[in-house]
């Protein structure tokens, strides 16, 4: 059974960076085969995606986060990754990363990587 586990998160003050990553543990499941994602969820709100990165490369990204935020897949470690500029205190969220086929996602939610953005 493939697990998802993110990393990376943690607590850093606006205008700070993170880079997050997203390796799957379990059995083999190739990220480069698959559309992968980005998510976050604030307590309270609907989880929201966050930046894509299709099987054929096509990366979108929601809103502005495009001029701060880069998704990016590590083949050769079969891993995503976020890295995450300038950050703000809005962008504080659970992120989560997935894998979807044609919007559905494949697998159910782990646990996140909590990010904190506060002075």
Request: one cysteine or more; glycine letters at 12%.
């Amino acid at each position: 059974q493939v697990q998802l586990v993110e990393s990376g998160g943690g607590l850093v003050q606006p205008g700070g960076s993170l880079r997050l990553s997203c390796a799957a543990s379990g059995s083999k499941f190739s990220m480069y085969a698959n559309a992968m994602g980005w998510y976050r969820q604030v307590a309270g709100k609907e989880r929201e995606l966050v930046a894509r990165i299709s099987r054929g490369g096509t990366i979108t990204y929601a809103g502005s986060l495009k001029n701060r935020f880069t998704i990016s897949r590590d083949n050769a470690k079969n891993t995503v990754h976020l890295q995450m500029n300038s950050l703000r205190p809005e962008d504080t969220a659970v992120y989560y990363c997935n894998a979807d086929r044609g919007g559905t996602m494949i697998f159910h939610w782990g646990q996140g990587t909590q990010v904190t953005v506060s002075s």
